[in-house]
């Protein structure tokens, strides 16, 4: 390849094609410098070569994305939070996961390329008018453009941090409470004890269920956006088992020794001083009546009673800029009564929407009440007490407020929970598919996660009661508390050891957890070996990557001097002093005492700063230099000494304590959930994505039942997962959500209009907001997936479906970027676009997407779920309306027998199967097997009918009743009419025979008499029998 420009070829490269697509270069020209670039795209890979190709290729994608949004989508494809990938080093060196020390740390420069102040931005973003739609737009664009940089500066901060390349403020204190300051934002830890409760409270270090209520209490205040009050730009990062809080800082906050000395509102040391500033009770008064909190007087340490609005847990201050702040907003929710000792369950809350489905069902009690009594309504009853169950003692802490909240709790167990199994675990229509959609669902009806046990129970014994067969739904739940309990189990330990162990601990857990049973009970019974084959390893790896490391740095010192005499003028222009810089590449990173020769022709030299990690991707950096090969050289690496009945006996502990459900009965039988590949995959699947783990793919050997030779290969060569299979820990976020009023009101609008059919409004009103949302954030939102989704069908609906196709491409492009292709919501997409190829007669095209959908719901939900019985159900169907009986029939046999190991057989779709099936005996000419399957179809469908007490249910059951009757007598009576053609075919046959036979009698035996005939016409009888 050349690259050129309007005169002549300014140099040459060599761009090699590897295995699996990998492109690397392998040549040098004019001097420059090229080192091991690899990467499985060009434009990737020519990104990394030239950082000139790399910017203008950007503002090229700028420009498209002004024509058309969605164009910038398919230029720049990249996936989110990708857990599995290629590795992309050297053939003959294994991965490392290696933490480097920093030269530039070392020098005391680190963190300090392009300070931000970020308080001062994203405060004057709240500052703006909000008067026209145009400014509102402008505001909330700005606002979370600000708010995004933050949380990727927030990222590379959280690395470093957990790499331990930045210095604590208080060196002198446990690591539990070390803080940080990286570019202006404020780091510190919270912690998860898993044996315990998660929630157990301590004064100084938060739980992981304590920050996770402040970002609700913060998400909370910044809906309401109340002007005058502002809160701290804040999220959560998780990176190889650390929790960080990050968060703006507030001006003039680090000059003071403590928080109560610039507080006006709240207590910062546990009601000793209260303060209770006028402006700030005003704002919050109003804050609490929305929230539905009660103003409470509190005694301080001086016995004096202070009035506050909420909890003096929230804190208001005012910066050095006169701003009112507002922190620590986990008291905006009230405790919740289920969960009561303060102590250990101190941070359990009722969330906003249990809290807004019990005020809907009071309201709707009361005004039925008050109708009769002719009274006005107490708004008083609606609100709550957060301090009750709390260590704070309140004058009003009275038997009322107890009883509010302990019926709050109770609504909760009781009520929402069980409207959840039967609405939503139940049901037919809105059945949870993943993970994901059982988390959404639960928090639509205002339940935490940590009542997934009380619902697993309930399920039981509905299932019990009712002589129902709800193996999936079973399942789901139990694989949820499963791979929650394994997150929490491999962050303790992934916390406990040293960083560079975190890919030692992983292959140990998930060996001992996904291996297969002779996996386990060697590790069980050779741990000792185990350890000793890994440090030997370790050991080697360090060595290898060490020599590769110097001969590296000694060729391109080589190649360096050169190009420094034949670029004297780039020489000129640098520094004299000795200064360190990096070049980043995909295998790691050099550093050099000189300024980078650059490769383009503004031979600008590129500093280490955050943006380049940010724009890479990477945050674990596969790098080993001297002085951290002598550390490590130094240091012994630490022993696993976990068997795999140790780690199942410590998650069964951790599911009861959080969740109220075991996950095992009996720990050394082998899990159900964990039977099949498939479903060992999709737990893997999910719980790398929940920590950011990034998986190389391979071929992972997991079936229980799978051999190994032990005896003949070294045993760390046979072990489903190595170390170097870990590729790299990507950080997870919880962050704070900006909305915006107006596309909210319109979405309302536009499914109101779309469920009244009205779709030419529906159509107008979607586009609006996927208009509004592109000016905002991009096409890259959730809302904008959705619009275009419903976009697409509305089209549909009206006949149009090749512009149906380009809206649904649109929409699953936008998905993709958003959650990836392994992703329930990537997969329903791809199925109505692989309808709509089908009404518009591309056959093929649609059979190849029904194909990946297939794999894809495996890799998801594991072997057997409703929704591949669905597919499966689906292509029967399509193969059936294409005449082709036998694939057909093929594909409806599998659905059946999977939704009979699922839900039994007295279901709906057993009853569509049946259905199915006669119709394709039918045209088989197989009558009477048609009606033997639409009998027992009927039967299915007379049994479901006769169990519904609903009008609405019964009337439907009714038609579907009618229908499945109208279709037996169908075939019975065809049936009926077959039988009768058959046997009066075989009478005409047998009754010409007869006469054929004595005719042939009366002749002599020479001239074709009885002597020459068959004792039948075989001819004749086939002739009868069609």
């Not at 303060?342 to 809350?349: L, Q, V």
Request: proline share 3%; aromatic share 8%.
């Amino acid at each position: 390849m050349a690259v050129k420009d309007s005169t002549k070829t300014l140099y040459e490269i060599q761009i090699d094609i590897k295995g699996e697509g990998l492109l690397s270069i392998q040549s040098t020209e004019a001097g420059f410098i090229f080192k091991d670039f690899e990467n499985y795209s060009l434009v990737g890979l020519l990104k990394e070569v030239s950082p000139q190709f790399k910017r203008f290729y950007q503002h090229r994608i700028a420009d498209i994305s002004k024509d058309d949004p969605y164009r910038s989508l398919l230029a720049s494809k990249e996936y989110v939070n990708k857990w599995i990938c290629q590795w992309k080093g050297s053939q003959n060196l294994a991965p490392t996961l290696s933490f480097p020390t920093n030269r530039e740390y070392i020098s005391g420069n680190y963190g300090f390329q392009e300070m931000r102040d970020w308080n001062e931005e994203y405060q004057q973003c709240k500052e703006l008018s909000q008067e026209t739609q145009l400014q509102r737009i402008q505001r909330v664009r700005t606002l979370q453009r600000v708010y995004s940089e933050f949380v990727e500066a927030a990222k590379v901060g959280a690395a470093k941090i957990v790499q331990g390349n930045l210095e604590p403020l208080n060196p002198q204190d446990s690591q539990e409470h070390f803080i940080y300051i990286y570019n202006n934002i404020f780091f510190s830890h919270c912690l998860d004890s898993s044996l315990s409760y998660p929630e157990s409270m301590n004064d100084t270090i938060p739980s992981f269920s304590a920050v996770n209520g402040d970002l609700k209490g913060l998400q909370q205040i910044e809906n309401i956006d109340f002007k005058g009050l502002f809160t701290l730009a804040t999220c959560l990062v998780k990176y190889v088992g650390r929790r960080l809080v990050c968060q703006s800082i507030i001006p003039g906050i680090l000059s003071f020794a403590s928080q109560e000395s610039i507080s006006e509102y709240g207590s910062s040391n546990n009601c000793k001083t209260i303060d209770c500033d006028s402006d700030f009770h005003k704002m919050m008064l109003q804050i609490c009546s929305i929230l539905s909190l009660r103003t409470v007087q509190v005694k301080d340490g001086l016995g004096v009673f202070k009035e506050i609005a909420g909890s003096p847990d929230i804190k208001g201050i005012r910066g050095n800029d006169r701003r009112k702040y507002l922190i620590d907003a986990l008291r905006v929710h009230p405790r919740d009564a289920n969960f009561p000792d303060p102590e250990t369950h101190g941070s359990c809350i009722i969330r906003p929407e249990a809290i807004h489905l019990f005020k809907l069902k009071r309201i709707h009690k009361d005004r039925e009440i008050y109708q009769l009594l002719k009274m006005p309504k107490d708004k008083s009853s609606y609100s709550f007490n957060s301090n009750f169950l709390t260590q704070i003692k309140t004058i009003q802490a009275n038997n009322k407020d107890q009883l509010r909240i302990v019926k709050l709790a109770n609504f909760v167990l009781n009520n929402l929970s069980q409207a959840f199994l039967m609405d939503i675990l139940l049901s037919n229509e809105s059945k949870p598919q993943d993970s994901g959609s059982l988390k959404q669902g639960m928090h639509s009806y205002g339940l935490n996660m940590r009542y997934l046990g009380h619902i697993l129970s309930s399920l039981r014994k509905h299932c019990k009661q009712q002589e129902l067969k709800c193996d999936y739904v079973e399942s789901l739940l139990e694989k949820e508390i499963y791979e929650r309990s394994l997150k929490h189990l491999i962050g303790k330990y992934l916390t406990q050891r040293n960083v560079q162990d975190a890919g030692q601990v992983l292959a140990h857990i998930f060996n001992s957890m996904f291996g297969p049973n002779q996996v386990k009970q060697y590790i069980e019974n050779s741990q000792a070996q185990i350890n000793e084959e890994f440090l030997e390893r370790v050991k080697l790896r360090q060595i290898l990557s060490y020599q590769n490391h110097i001969s590296k740095e000694k060729s391109v010192e080589q190649q360096k001097y050169k190009c420094k005499q034949r670029h004297q003028d780039f020489q000129n222009t640098q520094p004299t002093n000795c200064c360190a810089a990096t070049t980043d590449s995909e295998c790691g990173t050099e550093y050099f005492c000189d300024q980078e020769i650059s490769l383009s022709s503004n031979s600008t030299p590129r500093s280490s700063s955050p943006q380049n990690s940010i724009e890479k991707g990477q945050y674990f950096s596969p790098q080993l230099d001297n002085e951290v090969y002598k550390k490590l050289e130094s240091k012994q690496q630490s022993k696993i000494e976990l068997t795999p009945l140790m780690l199942q006996k410590e998650l069964n502990e951790i599911a009861i304590a959080r969740y109220g459900s075991p996950i095992s009965i009996n720990i050394e039988e082998n899990l159900k959930i964990l039977e099949n590949v498939s479903d060992k995959l999709s737990i893997i699947r999910n719980v790398c994505k929940e920590l950011g783990i990034k998986l190389e793919a391979k071929e992972y050997i997991l079936d229980n039942n799978a051999l190994f030779c032990i005896a003949e290969e070294p045993l760390y060569e046979w072990l489903p997962f190595q170390q170097e299979n870990i590729l790299d820990f990507n950080p997870t976020i919880k962050l704070v959500e900006h909305q915006n009023k107006e596309t909210a009101m319109l979405m309302k609008k536009a499914e109101h209009e779309f469920s009244q059919d009205n779709f030419e409004k529906a159509f107008d009103l979607y586009a609006q907001v996927v208009s509004i949302y592109i000016q905002i954030n991009g096409p890259l939102k959730r809302e904008v997936f959705d619009c275009l989704a419903r976009m697409s069908r509305i089209i549909c609906l009206q006949g149009d479906i090749k512009f149906s196709i380009s809206l649904q491409c649109k929409a699953l492009h936008v998905c993709e970027r958003l959650f990836g292709i392994d992703s329930i919501e990537y997969v329903q997409n791809l199925q109505i676009l692989a309808l709509y190829l089908l009404m518009n007669d591309k056959f093929s095209d649609a059979l190849k997407l029904y194909q990946e959908v297939l794999n894809l719901l495996q890799l998801i939900q594991g072997s057997f779920s409703p929704d591949i019985a669905q597919v499966l159900m689906t292509l029967g169907q399509i193969f059936l309306s294409q005449d082709l009986l036998s694939e057909a029939e093929q594909f409806i046999v599998d659905a059946a027998n999977m939704l009979e190991q699922i839900s039994g057989r007295s279901t709906m779709e057993i009853a569509s199967c049946l259905s199915n099936l006669a119709v394709i005996k039918f045209q088989q000419e197989n009558i009477r097997d048609a009606v033997t399957l639409q009998d027992k179809a009927h039967i299915i469908i007379s049994e479901i009918a006769a169990k519904q007490v609903e009008p609405k249910e019964k009337y439907i059951f009714h038609s579907y009743q009618q229908s499945s009757k109208e279709l037996l007598d169908y075939y019975t009576t065809q049936c009926v009419f077959k039988e009768k053609a058959i046997k009066m075919s075989k009478q005409y046959a047998s009754s010409r025979q007869y006469a054929r036979t004595m005719a042939m009698r009366q002749r002599p035996i020479g001239e074709g008499g009885v002597g020459s005939m068959l004792p039948f016409n075989i001819i004749d009888l086939m002739n009868g029998r069609i």
